[in-house]
């Protein structure tokens, strides 16, 4: 533990835009940082602090693995002195298809332990307990017999049809086995043979072959193993007991002994949707499956398939394919002038999947190529396909991603999957129901491991999801929260905890248990460093660090450092200001009334929704807010947002289940804007994303420099082969593949991250290279290409969404979620006016935003509001999900679920403006009615 005055000692910090900062940290004390967007507090916290803790934990590896390690950078730092070993724990990239709750934070790693080590495998037909045996459990089996009781050891032997008696007899005693069983009936081969006996050999039957024949207490231990181990091997690794009680069966295998059902025995994989063993093999673990939508496909199913029941079919281009269908449906069997919804499911089957035998590749066939000229643009109409798929449970495992020998093994007649589909608040009572007096040592650590991540996952506010929910199904601020966990569980001590924005996503109400969850870790020894803009996390700290006193270049600088008393009284302090109340988010002087209508969705009932009817009125600043796992996301991301993109623009997305959709009106397009990465390669960054930067590329090309070498605009760019490093192919970092370790991102040693060739860098435009312009701030490039118009028209959404800080060609995936959602939000906003506002009529759009508010300043959210209203008042509909009370006294109208978690959730509670809301009395109601008294 460390000593009570220890400290971290940070001299001349100057990562990105840090101005050579000095400071003392005390460990073992709660410190936040905080500051305006931009101020630099994710370059002191994580660029510096932790990634100084990483490297020097590096420096402990063997010499193997620190050569794949030498490249990583240093902070650009003076000197540290002082600091632990630290631990980030967040996530910024988008979890993949098969990520959960409980793979995210770690939980189902041990649970899969748990039951490799604990769990019974019943059998999936019978039911039977199945348990391998071995010679020493079958005579431990014989020794629970009646003292005296004369048993039999014996195996068996099915006899098939046309199988030669005889031949059959006098093998066995070739063997030295004179004596069979079958049935009741004992049959003696030296005395007579299996065709005299009456044993017939038309029908399949089996008989039992006598090994050994004891006497319980009177036989020799060493004799009954023997006989034991003779009959596992020469019964294909079955053995019978056959006593006066009955008959036993023991296979040595993890085979049913009752029905003969095959299993696999448990180990960690075969309980991981990961693993190639334990994954279902028809969904492979994704629990569900994409396959034909014929609702789409067959829109008329009065129609028959003559008369062009499949509607694609009927297009001029594809007319061929119906009379294919008609020419063969005769060999087929396929009945033609029947209506489609009469056809039997053998006939739907056949024109699914086709008869290749017979030339007919059928619909899957069909869309698969289409789907494949899509790709190559060879056919106009083949971007259609991607309607006609729909994504619906897997019909193997009903959802569970797990293969049926996994989910026949139990504890306490629970299998994984569906102590998994528990709430996490429910899990608790059921793991530690599991404990017992006769509990393997090893067993209960792994309990306790799985305990002590449920506990942080209830602590933390995320005790009504399961841990089989879909990680990307899951809001931005619960994602990152569940990957808290993975540090939160391990109960380590004296370690520097780097937190990221752990507020996000939490409603006021439950602020207050992510604070007690920091204080614990302060508590256990650690030294949790938050960047954090809450004002009850800043208040709850024993130490701020203020940084500013503006964004990018302006800020870098420690403001105020110290006790949070003392940062009320700091002068130049954004965040002070926001405290105390001498600045302030204005309530508007009017609420707007809805101007284009009702959306109306009735019916909702996904997830713990309550079947509810939930009006969204359009031409107006919507809020939808609630406690955490109130059904907010399920509402609006996963039942609105692909409804509408089915009902204007025929896109199939899943959708939880709904009754109908009405008020469109003149909507014309839905935009959501959520926090997944920007761009889909590491070259994509704010210059690309907001397509200025084929405009930079033309001023470069335009240059005198340029023209005398012949560069094109293609030569800028880093995309395309030509003036990129070819090293690193333009994305200015090279991938370490670590083997044993996750790979490591270093700069590339060629273009030492430029991204270009040198000829490239030689050409410059007012003094600068591509690739200094590329490390500019928005701010420093508005100023630079003053008189490029058009590169500045790009470029103003990001002054007036407070991502002025952000440099051009900073990759997209290094953005924080509420970066990425605003950059989003700013390349609308960078379209021409033209887009927006054609010859006066506005393209109505509605536009829904998942807690944009995500790592923003008080001080930031003014702008952030004003581009909200600016979208309303140009014609368009703003939809938030949000937590902020400025969010929420900013809106036109509420709507507020809960009153609480899961399935306590999933209602409406209250709905109107905002102070209709603040009289509600519900969780939302109670901060609004706080933020509305204090004025």
């Not at 007991?241 to 036993?248: D, E, M, S, W």
């Not at 009320?568 to 302090?573: D, Q, R, V």
């Not at 997305?653 to 469109?664: A, I, K, M, T």
């Given at each position: 533990?460390?000593?009570?005055?220890?400290?971290?000692?940070?001299?001349?910090?100057?990562?990105?835009?840090?101005?050579?900062?000095?400071?003392?940290?005390?460990?073992?004390?709660?410190?936040?940082?905080?500051?305006?967007?931009?101020?630099?507090?994710?370059?002191?916290?994580?660029?510096?602090l932790?990634?100084?803790?990483?490297?020097?934990?590096?420096?402990?590896?063997?010499?193997?693995?620190?050569?794949?390690?030498?490249?990583?950078?240093?902070?650009?730092?003076?000197?540290?002195?002082?600091?632990?070993?630290?631990?980030?724990?967040?996530?910024?990239?988008?979890?993949?298809?098969r990520?959960?709750?409980?793979?995210?934070?770690?939980a189902?790693?041990?649970?899969?332990?748990?039951?490799?080590?604990?769990?019974?495998?019943?059998?999936?037909?019978?039911?039977?307990?199945?348990?391998?045996?071995?010679?020493?459990?079958?005579?431990?089996?014989?020794?629970?017999?009646?003292?005296?009781?004369?048993?039999?050891?014996?195996?068996?032997?099915?006899?098939?049809?046309?199988?030669?008696?005889?031949?059959?007899?006098?093998?066995?005693?070739?063997?030295?086995?004179?004596?069979?069983?079958?049935?009741?009936?004992?049959?003696?081969?030296?005395?007579?043979?299996?065709?005299a006996?009456?044993?017939?050999?038309?029908?399949?039957?089996?008989?039992?072959?006598?090994?050994?024949?004891?006497?319980?207490?009177?036989?020799?231990?060493?004799?009954?193993l023997?006989?034991?181990?003779?009959?596992?091997?020469?019964?294909?690794?079955?053995?019978?007991?056959?006593?006066?009680g009955?008959?036993?069966?023991?296979?040595r295998?993890?085979?049913?002994?009752?029905?003969?059902?095959?299993?696999?025995?448990?180990?960690?994989?075969?309980?991981?949707?990961?693993?190639?063993?334990?994954a279902?093999?028809?969904?492979?673990?994704?629990?569900?499956?994409?396959?034909?939508?014929l609702?789409?496909?067959?829109?008329?199913?009065?129609?028959?398939?003559?008369?062009?029941?499949v509607?694609?079919?009927?297009?001029?281009?594809?007319?061929?394919?119906?009379?294919?269908?008609?020419?063969?449906?005769?060999?087929?069997?396929?009945?033609?002038?029947?209506?489609?919804?009469?056809?039997?499911?053998?006939?739907?089957?056949?024109?699914?999947?086709?008869?290749?035998?017979?030339?007919?590749?059928?619909?899957?066939?069909?869309?698969?190529?289409?789907?494949?000229?899509?790709?190559r643009?060879?056919?106009?109409?083949?971007?259609?396909?991607?309607?006609?798929?729909?994504?619906?449970?897997?019909?193997?495992?009903?959802?569970?991603?797990?293969?049926?020998?996994?989910?026949?093994?139990?504890?306490?007649?629970?299998?994984?999957?569906?102590?998994?589909?528990?709430?996490?608040?429910?899990?608790?009572?059921?793991?530690?129901s599991?404990?017992?007096?006769?509990?393997?040592?090893?067993?209960?650590?792994?309990?306790g491991?799985?305990?002590?991540?449920?506990?942080?996952?209830?602590?933390?506010?995320?005790?009504?999801?399961?841990?089989?929910?879909?990680?990307?199904?899951?809001?931005?601020?619960?994602?990152?929260?569940?990957?808290?966990?993975?540090?939160?569980?391990?109960?380590?001590?004296?370690?520097?905890?780097?937190?990221?924005?752990?507020?996000?996503?939490?409603?006021?109400?439950?602020?207050?248990r992510?604070?007690?969850?920091?204080?614990?870790?302060?508590?256990?020894?650690?030294t949790?460093?938050?960047?954090?803009?809450?004002?009850?996390?800043?208040?709850?700290?024993?130490?701020?660090?203020?940084?500013?006193?503006?964004?990018?270049?302006?800020?870098?600088?420690?403001?105020?450092?110290?006790?949070?008393?003392?940062?009320l009284a700091?002068?130049?302090?954004?965040?002070?200001?926001?405290?105390?109340?001498?600045?302030?988010?204005?309530?508007?002087?009017?609420?707007?009334?809805?101007?284009?209508?009702?959306l109306?969705?009735?019916?909702?009932?996904?997830?713990?929704?309550?079947?509810?009817?939930?009006?969204?009125?359009?031409?107006?600043?919507c809020?939808?807010?609630?406690?955490?796992?109130?059904?907010?996301?399920?509402?609006?991301?996963?039942?609105?947002?692909?409804?509408?993109?089915?009902?204007?623009?025929?896109?199939?997305?899943?959708?939880?289940?709904?009754?109908?959709?009405?008020?469109?009106?003149?909507?014309?397009?839905?935009?959501?804007?959520?926090?997944?990465?920007?761009?889909?390669s590491?070259?994509?960054?704010?210059?690309?994303?907001?397509?200025?930067?084929?405009?930079?590329?033309?001023?470069?090309?335009?240059?005198?420099?340029?023209?005398?070498?012949?560069?094109?605009?293609a030569?800028?760019?880093?995309?395309?082969?030509?003036?990129?490093?070819?090293?690193?192919?333009?994305?200015?970092?090279?991938r370490?593949?670590?083997?044993?370790?996750?790979n490591?991102?270093?700069?590339?040693?060629?273009?030492?991250?430029?991204?270009?060739?040198p000829?490239?860098?030689?050409?410059?435009?007012?003094?600068?290279?591509?690739?200094?312009?590329?490390?500019?701030?928005?701010?420093?490039?508005?100023?630079?290409?003053?008189?490029?118009?058009?590169?500045?028209?790009r470029?103003?959404?990001?002054?007036?969404?407070?991502?002025?800080?952000?440099?051009?060609?900073?990759?997209?995936?290094?953005?924080?979620?509420?970066?990425?959602?605003?950059?989003?939000?700013?390349?609308?906003?960078?379209?021409?006016?033209?887009?927006?506002?054609?010859?006066?009529?506005?393209?109505?759009?509605l536009?829904?935003?998942?807690?944009?508010t995500?790592?923003?300043?008080?001080?930031?959210?003014?702008?952030?509001?004003?581009?909200?209203?600016?979208?309303?008042?140009?014609?368009h509909?703003?939809?938030?999900?949000?937590?902020?009370?400025?969010?929420?006294?900013?809106?036109?109208?509420?709507?507020?679920?809960?009153?609480?978690?899961?399935?306590?959730?999933?209602?409406?509670?209250?709905?109107g403006?905002?102070?209709?809301?603040?009289?509600?009395?519900?969780?939302t109601?109670?901060?609004?009615?706080?933020?509305?008294?204090?004025?």
């Amino acid at each position: 533990m460390p000593q009570p005055d220890a400290r971290i000692r940070l001299r001349g910090a100057r990562t990105h835009n840090l101005k050579g900062i000095d400071l003392d940290l005390p460990l073992n004390r709660l410190i936040v940082v905080t500051g305006v967007g931009g101020a630099g507090k994710s370059s002191l916290a994580l660029d510096t602090l932790y990634a100084e803790g990483q490297r020097r934990y590096v420096e402990t590896f063997s010499a193997y693995a620190r050569q794949f390690l030498e490249p990583m950078e240093k902070p650009d730092v003076d000197r540290i002195e002082g600091i632990p070993p630290a631990v980030a724990p967040a996530s910024r990239s988008r979890p993949s298809a098969r990520a959960t709750i409980g793979t995210v934070s770690e939980a189902h790693d041990h649970l899969a332990l748990l039951y490799a080590r604990r769990g019974e495998v019943l059998c999936r037909a019978c039911g039977e307990r199945v348990q391998p045996a071995t010679p020493r459990t079958v005579s431990e089996a014989v020794d629970a017999l009646p003292e005296g009781a004369r048993y039999e050891i014996a195996f068996p032997v099915e006899v098939l049809p046309g199988t030669d008696l005889p031949a059959l007899g006098r093998t066995l005693l070739e063997q030295g086995l004179p004596r069979l069983r079958h049935g009741d009936r004992a049959i003696d081969l030296s005395a007579e043979t299996l065709d005299a006996v009456g044993l017939a050999a038309e029908v399949p039957t089996q008989v039992d072959v006598v090994v050994d024949r004891l006497i319980r207490g009177r036989d020799a231990v060493r004799r009954r193993l023997d006989s034991i181990e003779t009959a596992f091997a020469r019964g294909l690794g079955r053995c019978r007991i056959l006593a006066p009680g009955g008959v036993r069966t023991f296979v040595r295998g993890w085979r049913c002994s009752r029905c003969g059902t095959d299993h696999v025995e448990p180990q960690p994989n075969l309980f991981r949707w990961t693993s190639p063993l334990g994954a279902c093999p028809r969904c492979e673990g994704l629990g569900s499956v994409v396959d034909l939508d014929l609702d789409r496909i067959v829109p008329d199913p009065s129609k028959t398939l003559r008369d062009g029941a499949v509607a694609a079919w009927n297009a001029r281009t594809h007319q061929a394919e119906r009379e294919r269908l008609i020419r063969l449906a005769p060999q087929l069997g396929l009945p033609l002038d029947v209506p489609f919804r009469d056809l039997a499911p053998a006939h739907v089957r056949i024109l699914v999947e086709g008869a290749p035998a017979a030339g007919f590749p059928g619909l899957a066939g069909f869309f698969e190529r289409a789907e494949r000229k899509a790709g190559r643009g060879d056919d106009p109409t083949a971007a259609a396909t991607k309607r006609v798929r729909r994504t619906r449970p897997c019909p193997e495992c009903l959802g569970a991603r797990l293969r049926p020998e996994a989910l026949a093994v139990r504890i306490e007649g629970i299998n994984v999957a569906e102590f998994s589909a528990l709430a996490v608040a429910r899990a608790r009572p059921v793991l530690a129901s599991w404990a017992g007096p006769d509990e393997p040592a090893d067993a209960a650590r792994l309990r306790g491991r799985i305990a002590s991540r449920l506990d942080a996952l209830d602590r933390i506010g995320l005790g009504h999801l399961t841990l089989d929910r879909p990680a990307r199904s899951v809001a931005a601020g619960e994602l990152r929260r569940a990957t808290m966990v993975r540090a939160l569980g391990t109960g380590l001590v004296g370690t520097l905890y780097v937190l990221d924005e752990p507020t996000t996503g939490l409603h006021p109400r439950d602020v207050g248990r992510m604070v007690e969850a920091l204080r614990r870790l302060r508590d256990e020894g650690n030294t949790p460093i938050v960047v954090e803009h809450d004002a009850d996390v800043i208040r709850a700290a024993d130490l701020v660090v203020d940084l500013g006193p503006g964004a990018g270049e302006a800020g870098g600088r420690v403001v105020y450092t110290g006790p949070v008393a003392g940062l009320l009284a700091a002068e130049g302090s954004a965040t002070a200001d926001f405290l105390t109340g001498r600045r302030r988010i204005e309530r508007p002087a009017s609420r707007r009334a809805p101007s284009r209508g009702v959306l109306t969705l009735r019916g909702a009932s996904g997830r713990n929704l309550r079947a509810i009817d939930a009006a969204f009125p359009l031409g107006v600043f919507c809020v939808v807010t609630g406690v955490s796992g109130a059904g907010k996301s399920s509402l609006v991301e996963e039942t609105l947002y692909p409804a509408l993109r089915d009902r204007l623009a025929g896109e199939a997305l899943p959708c939880l289940p709904f009754e109908s959709l009405d008020g469109l009106g003149d909507l014309v397009e839905v935009v959501l804007l959520d926090q997944s990465p920007c761009g889909r390669s590491g070259r994509s960054n704010p210059a690309t994303f907001l397509h200025a930067f084929d405009e930079i590329r033309r001023t470069f090309a335009a240059t005198h420099e340029a023209k005398l070498r012949h560069y094109g605009p293609a030569m800028f760019s880093f995309n395309v082969d030509g003036g990129r490093c070819s090293a690193c192919k333009g994305e200015g970092f090279r991938r370490i593949d670590m083997q044993f370790l996750p790979n490591v991102t270093v700069r590339c040693p060629d273009c030492k991250g430029t991204r270009y060739r040198p000829e490239i860098l030689d050409v410059a435009y007012r003094g600068k290279s591509i690739a200094e312009v590329l490390d500019l701030t928005g701010r420093e490039a508005f100023a630079f290409f003053r008189s490029r118009p058009k590169i500045q028209s790009r470029l103003r959404p990001l002054l007036d969404l407070g991502l002025d800080y952000l440099r051009l060609g900073q990759p997209a995936a290094t953005l924080s979620g509420g970066e990425a959602q605003r950059l989003k939000l700013a390349a609308f906003l960078a379209g021409s006016t033209a887009a927006l506002n054609r010859a006066g009529n506005v393209a109505h759009t509605l536009f829904i935003l998942d807690e944009p508010t995500a790592g923003l300043h008080p001080a930031d959210m003014v702008r952030l509001i004003d581009a909200l209203s600016n979208l309303v008042d140009r014609g368009h509909s703003v939809l938030v999900v949000e937590h902020s009370t400025e969010i929420m006294l900013a809106a036109d109208w509420i709507l507020d679920l809960g009153p609480d978690a899961g399935d306590d959730g999933g209602r409406i509670v209250a709905q109107g403006t905002p102070e209709d809301v603040a009289r509600s009395g519900t969780a939302t109601g109670e901060a609004l009615a706080k933020i509305l008294a204090a004025g």
